[in-house]
């Protein structure tokens, strides 16, 4: 009989050790997937990235939401020529949305259009500031304009 209760005691203590480990493992799970990315997690090249990888053709809501804003001098001397080498693309990606945003965009951006945005912070020396919503696109003024500036840079 003593055996028997220890079986018990056993195998219902490994039960509820393997149930206490499950919902662990599943609750830490969730609160990383939930996680809400800021810009400060990101740089320029990350930041453009995600939102290419984030990007379905096939769906109607291509958007990144992010919670935050961008800190001040986030584009560094370093990120200037993977900005100046993707500033042409017309590549598609997700647009930007603001955590707070109560309006849903159906325009893609274009990876160009962020590269622009970004240069231009890094060249004006201001802070970036998307809005709530933001689904840029290649501008090639804009592009002749980095470009001019660029060449006095490397000089």
Same mark, same amino acid.
């Given at each position: 009989m003593k055996k028997v209760i220890l079986l018990l005691i056993i195998v219902l203590s490994l039960f509820v050790g393997g149930y206490l480990f499950y919902a662990f493992k599943? =609750?830490?799970?969730? &609160?990383?997937?939930? &996680?809400?990315? %800021?810009?400060?997690?990101? =740089?320029?090249? %990350?930041?453009?990235?995600?939102?290419?990888?984030?990007? =379905? &053709?096939? %769906?109607? /809501? =291509?958007?990144?939401? /992010?919670?935050?804003?961008f800190p001040e001098n986030w584009v560094k001397q370093k990120d200037i020529p993977y900005l100046i080498s993707i500033m042409n693309s017309k590549e598609k990606c997700c647009g930007y949305m603001n955590f707070f945003s109560s309006t849903i965009s159906n325009e893609d951006a274009e990876v160009g259009g962020f590269a622009i945005i970004f240069l231009n912070s890094y060249i004006s020396k201001t802070k970036i500031n998307l809005g709530l919503n933001s689904n840029p696109k290649t501008d090639k003024e804009s592009i002749n304009k980095i470009e001019d500036w660029y060449q006095k840079y490397q000089n």
């Open positions: 599943i =609750n830490s799970l969730e &609160k990383e997937y939930h &996680k809400n990315l %800021s810009p400060k997690d990101l =740089n320029p090249e %990350s930041f453009i990235t995600l939102f290419k990888e984030k990007y =379905n &053709k096939k %769906s109607q /809501l =291509n958007f990144v939401t /992010l919670l935050g804003e």
